[in-house]
């Protein structure tokens, strides 16, 4: 509430131009139950026919002036309340863009687009027109009420003596209506985020013949969010025809009472008419508290869902005074290096040094832990123990703009904008020469399939790279990485799906990127054979390592692999030598 708090007081001009013309408004809006109370007690009782011109030229005014204060109003609270929103989208898409891959572990894309979007409308709606309303209402019940006492003070208390029972019943329904509402926002997210992953994973679902299962998982949860809205629809239900009631009841005292004043001569038959009109300034605030009520639920659920993501911080940032070394060479050290990750070990006493220019490949089954070991250089996680040092300098001490500046990572799983080719490729290196631009896309072999497209590097790729093959992705994305120039590249592998002569070539096309520490994770051998040193895990542990051939002559688990690859040529060997 307090950061909401903080951007509306920076938009105090526009919202006082819209406060001012709102309270002008309904000084004049005051005038139109008196003169029509005149027009009664002295036109039709009294024949007064130029009094009559004089309150219908006052009318008319005050029917002008109030129809340009409204446009006043509404432009002012709108316009500042958009910009409200303007700043909070901003500053929530920042924090989220700030937050470390921990983050992303827990929270589902469904649940933060619903924050974004959803939320952040319910807020809009609550500080713009409801808080307008809200306040016009209160000021109509406050003036109104001063007013009546000043006509008739025994008619007033009549009117007034009910509502602090409509009050009470608003208040009832404000409390239940806010419980549901936090509901319904948790739910609108989850029915978000089934929409998402299977909109996003429709593919796999028609693949697999998974129509009908996955769209009776969208109906239970829709189904859900139906219950939970009908749940609120109860609550408003028996608490409306009460407000409804009470506000009537009004009505019947002010006309039974007030006939009864006019036939003792107590008030005129003006006054009572201009009572009645002043009484709807009471009412009308009654009835619109539920209204009301309904706005300001959804607003402070919305933003309690959004501060729950403000709170939580990043747990990868920045130290005080950060390290900012001028020239970065590209060494690698990891000393005694164990990691935890959602209370497993996944690291075990880590430790490997990666010359500049070196190329280190690793090697292990699927979750020995080797995207989890190049995930500590660039400190998309921080280790349990032990250091991971960049150029000599642990990487918990270096300025993290630098750090990343100077790691490029191709991940496993490849990611693409629906964007051109050539903004997915410039994507994250601002200023990039054309002859590295050139360079990268040659040695990725990329210009190979983008040369034959019709509209070459602009082609328009679809969501996450449609359109493209797997290797073709694999392609752009060591383009994309590439084409930085880092000191340290990580290749998490990133040419699984390649065919052998393509990755041959990429793979002797990068031996030209001189100065460049390479992390290689591949399950091929011909993927890491050439690497200067590789390194097989196993649980989280390092139990080989060495160049190729000393991995073959100690017979382990790299040799076992390697037979397993290339038994047939090894067959063929062993008898050819027979």
Same mark, same amino acid.
């Given at each position: 509430m307090k950061r909401l708090l903080a951007l509306i007081r920076r938009q105090w001009l526009p919202y006082f131009i819209g406060i001012l013309a709102l309270l002008t408004s309904i000084t004049l809006d005051m005038f139109n139950p008196y003169f029509v109370g005149e027009i009664i007690d002295r036109t039709v009782l009294h024949k007064d026919m130029n009094y009559l011109k004089t309150a219908l030229l006052a009318l008319a005014g005050i029917t002008v002036g109030r129809a340009v204060l409204g446009y006043t109003k509404e432009y002012g609270f709108d316009v500042a309340s958009s910009k409200v929103i303007l700043n909070l989208r901003k500053n929530l898409f920042d924090h989220i863009q700030k937050m470390s891959f921990s983050f992303f572990d827990e929270n589902n894309t469904g649940e933060l687009m619903s924050r974004i979007k959803?939320?952040?409308?319910?807020? !809009?709606?609550? %500080?713009?027109?409801?808080? #307008?309303?809200?306040? *016009?209402?209160? /000021?109509?019940?406050?003036?109104?009420?001063?007013?009546?006492?000043?006509?008739?003070?025994? !008619?007033?208390? %009549?009117?007034?003596?009910? #509502?602090?029972?409509? *009050?009470?019943? /608003?208040?009832?329904?404000e409390r239940n209506v806010g419980k549901t509402y936090e509901k319904i926002s948790d739910q609108r997210a989850v029915l978000n985020s089934t929409a998402q992953q299977n909109i996003s994973g429709v593919r796999v679902v028609k693949a697999f013949g998974r129509e009908r299962h996955e769209i009776q998982k969208f109906l239970n949860q829709n189904e859900e969010n139906y219950n939970i809205n009908l749940e609120q629809v109860k609550i408003f239900a028996k608490h409306n025809p009460v407000i409804e009631f009470l506000s009537n009841l009004v009505l019947v005292l002010v006309i039974s009472f007030g006939g009864y004043f006019v036939i003792k001569g107590e008030i005129t038959l003006g006054t009572l008419v201009a009572f009645s009109n002043y009484i709807y300034m009471l009412i009308w605030p009654m009835r619109l508290m539920g209204w009301l009520t309904n706005i300001i639920a959804q607003c402070i659920a919305s933003i309690k869902k959004i501060d729950k993501i403000f709170d939580q911080e990043p747990s990868i940032k920045n130290c005080e005074n950060p390290k900012k070394p001028e020239e970065i060479q590209g060494q690698i050290v990891f000393e005694d290096v164990s990691f935890d990750f959602a209370g497993t070990t996944v690291l075990k006493d880590i430790n490997i040094t990666a010359e500049p220019g070196k190329t280190i490949a690793i090697m292990g089954i699927t979750g020995a832990g080797k995207s989890s070991l190049v995930n500590l250089i660039g400190r998309y996680y921080d280790c349990k123990s032990g250091r991971v040092c960049f150029d000599g300098i642990d990487v918990k001490e270096m300025d993290l703009s630098v750090l990343r500046k100077n790691v490029s990572v191709v991940m496993q799983e490849t990611f693409l904008f629906s964007d051109t080719i050539d903004e997915n490729i410039r994507f994250g290196a601002e200023g990039v020469s054309e002859e590295d631009y050139r360079s990268a896309c040659r040695d990725s072999m990329v210009d190979d399939f983008v040369s034959q497209m019709p509209k070459g590097y602009a082609t328009v790729i679809g969501e996450r790279g449609i359109g493209l093959s797997g290797g073709q992705k694999q392609r752009i994305s060591i383009a994309r990485a590439l084409v930085r120039r880092p000191k340290v590249l990580i290749m998490d592998d990133s040419t699984s799906a390649l065919d052998m002569e393509t990755e041959y070539a990429i793979e002797k096309a990068m031996g030209k990127w001189k100065g460049i520490t390479k992390f290689i994770i591949a399950h091929r051998i011909s993927a890491v054979k050439n690497a200067d040193e590789i390194l097989y895990f196993e649980d989280g542990k390092i139990v080989e390592r060495g160049n190729h051939n000393q991995l073959i002559k100690q017979r382990g688990r790299y040799y076992e692999t390697y037979l397993e690859q290339y038994r047939d040529y090894v067959e063929a060997l062993n008898k050819e030598v027979i």
């Open positions: 959803e939320d952040s409308e319910n807020i !809009l709606h609550a %500080i713009s027109f409801g808080f #307008m309303l809200f306040m *016009e209402q209160c /000021v109509y019940f406050i003036i109104a009420s001063i007013i009546l006492i000043m006509i008739n003070w025994k !008619l007033a208390l %009549i009117c007034l003596a009910v #509502m602090p029972v409509i *009050e009470i019943v /608003v208040f009832r329904l």
